[in-house]
């Protein structure tokens, strides 16, 4: 039993010498330190032997037992040792380096319109306002000349909250509100977020508008063409052309939509503007004698214009963009090209 004791011992040493990982060192202790391993059953059988001999094979075995664990020990804090110097130098950082590079954001190409915008409209005189997202029905319609059985209702896909409140459809609720808290004289913008029930290539369920208003006695339809002319050129260049349509809003009479010359063929006809020349681009006109009446003005002492631009439509025509989901994507791609 002895020499099966010691060849025990010099394979188990051997074994845990040449262990290079903590795996193959947990395999060498339990082969032959394990519960089932050979010398532990040579452990169990010592009561079968000569008494005699009990004692020394006893002692003998003890001792090859205490040098297996102690040099599992050591082994184990030698790797454990070695696999956290391997860990520190493989994530180590050289302070010498130069840093990884960070992609800088930059202002979405709908505040760059936004904001220049709003810098025209207050070079000429107009001041900010603005109003909350989700309005009642009366400020988004019935003030403005929109009663509940009007078909032009219909030019607006409204989502409604409840029975009498909804997330506005455009910036014009600001109007009313501005108009029922202050006398005239008033020229006001009111840039902000509006939502519609409408989705596709050039529409989104939320956008973007800036409703203008003036508000004077005696305001008339050239200061309507007069601004709205300077507001275009300083926004697109000064050689642009401009041209009022007569059109319809419930809310000003006259009312006229305005074009300006296309960016692509320069007003000679493409796919852009289906061969006119012409992109539409905002809607005017002056304001109605009843929502001046709807306010508490008097529509025979004071009388003013009003005007609204999608914002999207604006950098769409602006940056020759055909797509208004790309606004929307976060793809940096397309945003850091502005």
């Known amino acids: 039993m002895e020499d099966k004791v010691r060849q025990i011992e010099t394979e188990g040493l051997q074994a845990i010498s040449s262990a290079q990982n903590l795996a193959a060192l947990e395999n060498a202790r339990i082969k032959y330190l394990g519960k089932k391993s050979e010398f532990t059953g040579l452990l169990r059988s010592l ?12 002692a003998l075995i003890n001792e090859v037992k205490t040098k297996l664990e102690q040099s599992l020990c050591h082994k184990k804090i030698v790797l454990l040792q070695s696999e956290q110097s391997k860990k520190i130098e ?10 990884k590079g960070i992609k800088r954001g930059r202002m979405h190409p709908i505040t760059q319109v936004m904001n220049e915008a709003k810098d025209i409209f207050l070079g000429l005189g107009y001041e900010i306002a603005e109003g909350p997202d989700i309005e009642t029905e009366y400020y988004n ?46 020229a006001i913008i ?42 275009l050129r300083q926004m697109f260049g000064e050689d642009k052309k401009v041209r009022f349509r007569p059109s319809f809003f419930p809310f000003t009479e006259p009312s006229a939509e305005v074009d300006v010359e ?55 025509l602006k940056y020759g963009i055909d797509n208004i989901r790309l606004f929307f994507e976060n793809d940096l791609r397309f945003l850091e090209q502005f």
């Open 47 to 58: 009561g079968t032997i000569d008494p005699e001999e009990r004692p020394k094979v006893g």
């Open 90 to 99: 493989e994530e180590k950082i050289d302070v010498s380096f130069p840093g």
């Open 141 to 186: 319609f019935d003030g403005l000349n929109i009663p509940p059985d009007h078909p032009s209702r219909d030019m607006w896909s409204t989502l409604f909250v409840a029975d009498d409140v909804l997330l506005r459809t455009h910036t014009s609720p600001v109007q009313i509100r501005v108009m029922k808290k202050r006398k005239a004289p008033l």
């Open 190 to 231: 009111a840039p902000g977020r509006v939502y519609r029930r409408d989705s596709d290539a050039t529409h989104s369920p939320v956008f973007h508008q800036l409703e203008g208003f003036l508000v004077d006695k005696k305001v008339t339809f050239g200061d309507l063409k007069g601004t709205l002319t300077e507001f």
């Open 262 to 316: 296309c960016m692509m063929c320069k007003g000679k006809g493409c796919r852009l503007c289906k061969g006119t020349g012409w992109l539409e681009i905002l809607g005017s006109g002056m304001i109605d004698p009843n929502v001046f009446t709807a306010v508490g003005y008097d529509p025979e002492k004071v009388s003013g214009f009003a005007f609204g631009m999608g914002i999207e439509r604006i950098a769409m």
